[in-house]
């Protein structure tokens, strides 16, 4: 029994993965393959027999589901703004970071510790925060903009969903992009502020350009990110005030679990899936496109 | 050449016992069918005793986790009169619908679990047994037993009663001199009385989807008057009737509605219950919207002083539509495939039948009886409740009519127009569609 080297070594790199593989297929490919088929069933999540209805529910969405138009409005607005600020924050933050202060490490670790909280405790805190904690401050400050209904006003509860998100995930940005800055090397630098670049000219002209790999990664994770964006909302608003925040992911969660309509809810599912399928294939192009290389 | 031989090995290691893990479980499924097979012939030989019995264990995962406490008190004090009997009772805190389809679907239904009354019955029912010829079924009191029929069957039981209504500041009103407001001319006239005098007359809970379903289901009875609500209610499902044509719902609820938001909070929409509980144990504010019987323990912890009264909502002008809602809106279920259906049975009987268990309700869990002939506890919500009810009858608890899928819809349309997004045209044209489109679906 002798085996090629070659045949060996790729036989040990399927045996190694194939744990993990097969761990990965029972909670991920086999439900996502099992969803595909109930998206053609008419099944409340109880009954003990779904039935096949065809494309019945892909009909019943794409004649018009007015709750998911506006549940898809409110997650690319809030894709949008996540991505925006999160990014131009982290990056911000990360310029400082990288400049010889002298808290900079404990300061990176403050930025880095919303992140590794639960996001559902985030949610709660806040929650905390805006209601009572704004209450109290608002009785020592007196201060007009502590007494708004920050999460009880369906425009500024939008806001406040924001700027949860933000506060939780900007300290992962933070990190990615200093990884980056580390990496641009000092001798280009340096070779600008011989050529007279002022601060902003480098920044703009050199670094920027070769962060560029960082910026893709950063875009990349915070557009999946935000448009899968849950459980933050069902902490801190559940949907609320008036159904203002719902964000598709919560939208399918209801319809699925709430309103018993499992098999609408699946094709809801594949729809959303394949909308962040292009959406992330285009703007990942659209990046890559830009990056230099030295 | 040592060391990838070992590697190789350990990989197929894993990844047999990996297989094995899972082959162990599919192979485990197979007895457990035949063995709910077995268990249903069982019955018709061994009706009553299980104790002396072989050891069987029970499966019990309800919502209501409030009662925790109490129920694990209950299932000590059977398992020392039934030693072989072990009842593994879990429950949870949010999201019980969800978590039981999950179960339900991996085929382990629980041998008691819940659902909410009246409609969800039906929704539950190929999993649920009918204990309508069981002792239980014989003292359950028809308040409650009403919302647990499907058809001439039985298929629930609950672990409380239930009072709906208006808890309020007793002290407040005695100290300004007022009745409480039977029709809603006296409501606009208490609340200003009561706001001249520096108090707040209203906390709304607002924030709380079921808060609505609970202040809607008084003008509901109202609306449907000599009627069936259920009549009512159905005929809003099938897209028959318009709010419009029910001045109760179209005129008087918003016009409470509209009241509750004047003399309320200031942030009506961020107001949960805990705030409202608060609120009401301050001793500033006047009345409570949209609560009950499960709120007076927790008001009287934080102020035991508190002087509570009970009642029902001024609809309109009638003071006799004003009534308090009693019943019950969770239900406990026996599976129909359980493997241990006798025991399971057994031990709900006991449940409803045996003097312990009769007492609990009182004793322990602190709740209005679900069962005829029990005392009730002392509180005041519901003593003023059966005072209530025996002077002037008590409403329908329409709020089981519905499912929760349209009540959640219905509370987020209600939070549009309290926010002012919607007005009330689009607001009851919401709500009529929604009825059909969530209750519709259901059947």
């Known amino acids: 029994m002798k085996l090629g080297k070659q045949k060996k070594m790729a036989l040990e790199t399927f045996l190694y993965t194939l744990p993990a593989l097969l761990l990965v297929a029972l909670v991920i490919y086999i439900p996502f393959v099992l969803s595909g088929f109930y998206s053609f069933t008419k099944w409340n999540g109880i009954a003990k027999e779904p039935e096949l209805i065809g494309f019945g529910n892909f009909v019943k969405l794409f004649s018009g589901d007015k709750d998911f138009v506006q549940s898809l409005l409110f997650t690319g607005k809030y894709t949008l703004f996540f991505m925006i600020i999160a990014n131009v924050l982290a990056l911000e933050l990360a310029v400082i970071l990288t400049k010889k202060i002298k808290t900079a490490n404990l300061l990176r670790g403050f930025f880095f510790i919303p992140y590794i909280m639960s996001m559902t405790i985030v949610g709660f805190i806040w929650k905390f925060i805006f209601s009572q904690g704004f209450a109290k401050l608002y009785e020592m400050s007196q201060l007009e903009v502590l007494n708004l209904s920050w999460l009880g006003n369906p425009d500024l509860a939008f806001y406040s969903i924001v700027f949860v998100g933000v506060w939780q995930s900007v300290g992962f940005y933070i990190v990615l992009y200093i990884a980056g800055l580390q990496a641009v090397p000092q001798d280009v630098q340096e070779a600008a502020i011989v050529d007279g670049a002022n601060g902003v000219q480098k920044f703009f002209r050199v670094i920027l350009p070769l962060l560029a790999p960082s910026i893709t990664t950063c875009i990349f994770m915070s557009l999946t990110n935000s448009l899968k964006v849950f459980d933050i909302i069902l902490a801190l608003t559940k949907g609320g005030p008036g159904a203002s925040t719902y964000s598709v992911t919560l939208n399918i969660y209801r319809e699925a679990f709430q309103n018993n309509n499992y098999g609408y809810g699946a094709a809801k599912s594949l729809v959303f899936f394949l909308i962040i399928l292009v959406l992330t294939q285009l703007v990942l192009r659209g990046f890559k496109s830009r990056e230099v290389e030295l | ?443």
């Open chain 2, 1 to 443: 050449m040592k060391k990838k031989l070992l590697s190789i090995v350990l990989c197929i290691a894993m990844v047999s016992t990996m297989l094995i893990g899972c082959g162990s479980t599919a192979t485990e499924e197979a007895p457990a069918e035949d063995a709910a097979e077995v268990v249903e012939e069982a019955p018709a030989e061994e009706t009553t005793e299980t104790a002396d019995a072989e050891p069987v264990e029970i499966n019990m995962f309800i919502a209501s986790p409030e009662y925790a406490d109490a129920i694990n008190q209950l299932i000590a004090e059977y398992q020392t009169q039934f030693p072989n009997v072990t009842i593994n009772y879990e429950t949870t805190q949010n999201d019980y619908p969800t978590l039981l389809k999950a179960k339900l679907n991996a085929g382990e239904c629980p041998d008691i679990f819940s659902s909410t009354s009246g409609k969800e019955i039906q929704t539950y029912l190929e999993y649920s047994y009918n204990i309508g010829s069981e002792p239980i079924s014989e003292s359950m009191s028809d308040a409650v037993k009403a919302t647990m029929m499907s058809g001439e069957e039985v298929h629930g039981f609950a672990i409380k009663g239930n009072y709906f209504g208006v808890v309020y500041n007793k002290g407040i009103f005695e100290e300004l001199g007022i009745e409480y407001p039977q029709t809603m001319s006296d409501l606009e006239a208490a609340c200003e009385k009561i706001s001249a005098a520096g108090y707040t007359p209203f906390t709304t809970g607002f924030a709380e989807w079921w808060v609505y379903k609970h202040v809607f289901q008084h003008f509901l009875d109202a609306a449907a008057g000599e009627g069936d609500v259920s009549e009512l209610v159905s005929a809003f499902i099938n897209g028959e009737a318009k709010m419009k044509d029910y001045p109760e719902l179209y005129d008087d609820f918003f016009r409470f509605i509209d009241l509750t938001v004047k003399y309320g909070d200031a942030k009506p929409l961020e107001t949960d219950l805990a705030a409202e509980e608060a609120a009401l144990a301050s001793g500033k504010v006047a009345m409570v919207c949209g609560q009950g019987a499960w709120i007076e323990a927790d008001v009287l912890k934080i102020n035991p002083d508190l002087k509570i009264g009970f009642d029902g909502y001024p609809v309109n002008d009638n003071a006799d539509v004003c009534k308090v809602i009693s019943g019950s809106d969770q239900a406990l279920r026996v599976s129909k495939d359980s493997k241990v259906l006798t025991a399971t049975l057994d031990f709900v009987n006991w449940w409803y039948t045996s003097d312990y268990g009769k007492a609990w309700f009182k004793d322990t869990a602190g709740v209005i009886p679900p069962v005829k002939e029990a005392a009730a506890p002392d509180f005041e919500i519901i003593k003023q409740g059966d005072a209530h009810v025996a002077a002037e009858g008590a409403g329908a608890l329409a709020v089981t009519y519905s499912t929760d899928s349209f009540h959640q819809a219905f509370g987020e349309t209600m939070q549009s127009y309290v926010a002012g997004t919607i007005d009330k045209d689009e607001t009851c044209a919401q709500i009529e569609q929604k009825w059909v489109e969530l209750e519709g679906a259901a059947q």
